[in-house]
């Protein structure tokens, strides 16, 4: 089997700074895009970041100039790096890898479970 750890989430008072990482572990075969999504309270889960097995990264326009992920291929992992946070940055974040595993033809979704962000003062 497969899964998707996240860490890193947290409280932090606005303008601060933290840093969410996310290994796959399992039987992996390979791993297109990883990406990180937010949901908040009442919200539709929404796309924060896609990045390529290459290293591009599209982010949502709200979190540009803000937001900066990478990407390592050997260890599986993505990390995010989330500057001058705000208050409506606030949400549960979920990992996302698009993955062929070794028991299953095709690529697939596979979900972490997610970890909670709480920008406050």
């Known amino acids: 089997q497969v899964q998707l750890v996240e860490s890193g989430g947290g409280l932090v008072q606005p303008g601060g700074s933290l840093r969410l990482s996310c290994a796959a572990s399992g039987r992996i075969f390979s791993i297109n895009t990883m990406s990180w999504y937010r949901q908040a309270p009442g919200k539709e889960r929404e796309l924060v970041v896609i990045?390529?097995?290459?290293?591009?990264?599209n982010y949502a326009d709200s979190v540009k100039g803000r937001f900066t992920a990478s990407r390592d291929n050997a260890k599986n992992t993505v990390s995010l790096q989330m500057n001058s946070l705000k208050p409506e940055d606030t949400a549960v974040y979920y990992c996302?890898?698009?993955?062929?595993?070794?028991?299953?033809?095709?690529?697939?979704?596979?979900w972490g479970q997610g970890t909670q962000v709480t920008v406050s003062s």
């Open positions: 996302n890898a698009n993955m062929a595993v070794l028991y299953r033809v095709g690529y697939f979704d596979y």
């Open positions: 990045i390529t097995s290459g290293g591009s990264a």
